[in-house]
């Protein structure tokens, strides 16, 4: 194969063998022609080896571009989710408003001073609200959740359903002050987690210096942080399946941070629904909150379509000397074998006094 260095050389050794045939053909030449001629004839011959030793030029193949390896999505992490709702393990009963509802009225279950309230009704004109009275609570605890059947006394009079926000309260600290709160809005048919917020109190400020005890005046910022759910730390809320008036709450024990022990209390609320203003009575004076009660105070005001409860403790006995902890009941009021064993419980007792803020009665 013919290359340029090929083609160089050739060119050079034509141009010597021509002058050699001219040499020939021609006269004699001087010395000094000869000398020049051979000079030449050097030159020529060594430009051919210089040329010869040169090394053709590399010609790199353009790299062919590798094809970008596809990004590879990493798995989505998989939700802890509830399953089915265990045997309840206990019944916390709240006073019914219904039983007087026809007269715009309560007679036992609220004392704002203390923060417990049993006022499902409008403000001033007082209207029953059966979707916002708490008559009892279910708990069962599971083995990744912790539910909570929350049942009022019906649905909403203004076409139907579960029209207010309803949410489960927790004192881990063991302080008489709530440090965490779910609050659910508008329940669906199936567990999930939309309309399910979770609040913490970063500033502990919930309740104030004395928490569910009144203190007028004071203005922290309750409920100032609302916490990220993730696949373990969560809560869902449905619609109970057998029971249209019921909401299910189902909190993990991951966000709880896996307490042995704590309090835990119910909430329905259709007025203020501001965690960040809790405790509520620490926002406003008895008589600007009004009272569901008839007296001085009656009828409800600012503080109204509210009910809530006492808080029941888990992992630790029920002694009643926590503030806000449900009071052990009275003895039964009929004899064995009678009939329906009956008792009158205090299901809470005044933070400012020692008498009983809230009787219930409860039968076998």
Same mark, same amino acid.
């Given at each position: 194969?013919? &290359?340029?260095?090929?083609?160089?050389?050739?060119?050079?050794?034509?141009?010597?063998?021509?002058?050699? /045939?001219?040499?020939?053909?021609?006269?004699? %030449?001087?010395? %000094?022609?000869?000398?020049?001629?051979?000079?030449?004839?050097?030159?020529?011959?060594?430009? &051919?080896?210089?040329?010869?030793?040169?090394?053709?030029?590399?010609?790199?193949?353009?790299?062919?571009?590798?094809? $970008?390896?596809?990004?590879?999505?990493?798995?989505?992490? &998989?939700?802890?989710?509830?399953? $089915?709702?265990?045997?309840?393990?206990?019944? /916390?009963?709240?006073?019914?408003?219904?039983?007087?509802?026809?007269?715009? %009225?309560?007679?036992?279950?609220?004392?704002? +001073?203390?923060?417990?309230?049993?006022?499902?009704?409008?403000?001033?004109?007082?209207? =029953?609200?059966?979707?916002?009275?708490?008559?009892?609570?279910?708990?069962?605890?599971? $083995?990744? =959740? /912790?539910?909570? &059947?929350?049942? +009022?006394?019906?649905m909403n009079m203004d076409g139907g359903g579960l029209k207010g926000m309803y949410g489960i309260e927790f004192d881990r600290t063991?302080?008489?002050?709530?440090?965490?709160?779910?609050?659910?809005?508008?329940?669906?048919?199936?567990?999930?987690?939309?309309?399910?917020?979770?609040?913490?109190?970063?500033?502990?400020?919930?309740?104030? +210096?004395?928490?569910?005890?009144?203190?007028?005046?004071?203005?922290?910022?309750?409920?100032?942080?609302?916490?990220?759910?993730?696949?373990?730390?969560?809560? =869902?809320?449905?619609?109970?399946?057998?029971?249209?008036?019921?909401?299910?709450?189902?909190?993990?024990?991951?966000?709880?941070?896996?307490?042995?022990?704590?309090?835990?209390?119910?909430?329905?609320?259709d007025g203020l629904v501001d965690p960040a203003q809790f405790d509520y009575n620490d926002r406003m004076g008895p008589s600007a909150?009004?009272?569901?009660?008839?007296?001085?105070?009656?009828?409800?005001?600012?503080?109204?379509?509210?009910?809530?409860?006492?808080?029941?403790? =888990?992992?630790?006995?029920?002694?009643?000397?926590?503030?806000?902890? #449900?009071?052990?009941?009275?003895?039964?009021?009929?004899?064995?074998?009678?009939?329906?064993?009956?008792?009158?419980? #205090? /299901?809470?007792?005044?933070?400012?006094?020692?008498?009983? #803020?809230?009787?219930?009665?409860? #039968?076998?």
């Open positions: 194969m013919y &290359t340029k260095k090929t083609n160089h050389a050739l060119l050079i050794l034509f141009f010597i063998t021509s002058i050699m /045939l001219v040499s020939c053909a021609a006269p004699e %030449k001087s010395e %000094k022609e000869i000398a020049a001629e051979q000079t030449l004839s050097a030159i020529y011959a060594q430009q &051919t080896a210089q040329a010869a030793a040169v090394p053709e030029p590399v010609v790199e193949e353009a790299p062919i571009d590798a094809e $970008e390896p596809e990004p590879v999505e990493e798995p989505e992490a &998989t939700w802890l989710e509830p399953g $089915e709702i265990p045997e309840v393990n206990r019944t /916390l009963a709240d006073s019914n408003s219904s039983y007087n509802a026809w007269e715009h %009225k309560a007679t036992q279950g609220d004392n704002f +001073l203390d923060s417990l309230y049993e006022r499902p009704f409008t403000s001033e004109v007082m209207d =029953y609200r059966p979707d916002l009275d708490i008559t009892e609570v279910d708990f069962a605890p599971g $083995e990744y =959740y /912790l539910y909570f &059947t929350i049942r +009022l006394y019906g063991l302080t008489g002050r709530g440090d965490l709160l779910v609050w659910v809005s508008n329940p669906a048919k199936e567990w999930t987690t939309a309309d399910v917020t979770v609040y913490l109190d970063d500033n502990r400020d919930v309740g104030g +210096l004395k928490p569910l005890v009144a203190e007028t005046g004071f203005n922290g910022s309750g409920y100032d942080l609302v916490h990220e759910m993730n696949e373990i730390e969560n809560a =869902y809320a449905r619609i109970d399946p057998e029971d249209g008036n019921a909401v299910q709450i189902a909190v993990s024990y991951s966000l709880l941070g896996t307490p042995d022990e704590f309090l835990w209390g119910a909430w329905a609320d909150a009004g009272s569901p009660i008839l007296g001085e105070d009656y009828p409800v005001k600012a503080l109204y379509n509210l009910d809530n409860t006492c808080r029941l403790p =888990y992992g630790l006995p029920q002694t009643g000397l926590v503030t806000g902890m #449900c009071k052990i009941g009275l003895p039964p009021t009929s004899e064995p074998g009678s009939g329906p064993t009956c008792r009158q419980v #205090c /299901l809470r007792r005044c933070a400012t006094s020692d008498a009983c #803020c809230e009787w219930g009665e409860v #039968c076998n």
